[in-house]
Nanobody, 126 residues
């Protein structure tokens, strides 16, 4: 099992930027797929972005061109850089990890991820 700790959330004006961090520790050998998910009040948790073996990425349609996921193995950290933020990006953001192949990873299905962090809140003010 991998342990995940998110940070970097906060309140930002629409059009602004934030960078979220997820520090990974514990048993990470089999966790070759890392993802960011978000959940707004009253909505289902959705897959925002995933990164496979530290380099292959996939994004949800709502964030393409605005969000970027990256992995720094020297820091055991996965980043989510968010720009041109919109009020509809307001949510709790979670980091998650799983094993498997690229096809499975790219589906960004929360039920398939094994390890989860506690989340970090992002609020975008209009």
């Amino acid at each position: 099992q991998a342990d995940l700790v998110e940070s970097g959330g906060g309140t930002v004006q629409a059009g602004g930027s934030l960078r979220l961090s997820c520090v990974v520790s514990g048993n990470t050998v089999s966790r070759n797929c890392m993802g960011w998910f978000r959940q707004a009040p009253g909505k289902e948790r959705e897959g925002v972005a995933v990164i496979y073996v530290g380099r292959v990425t996939s994004y949800g349609e709502a964030v393409k061109g605005r969000f970027s996921i990256a992995q720094d193995d020297s820091q055991n950290t996965v980043f989510l850089t968010m720009s041109n933020l919109k009020p509809e990006d307001t949510a709790m953001y979670y980091c998650a990890a799983r094993g498997g192949n690229w096809e499975d990873c790219s589906r960004r299905r929360q039920a398939d991820f094994d390890d989860w962090g506690q989340g970090t809140q992002v609020t975008v003010a209009s």
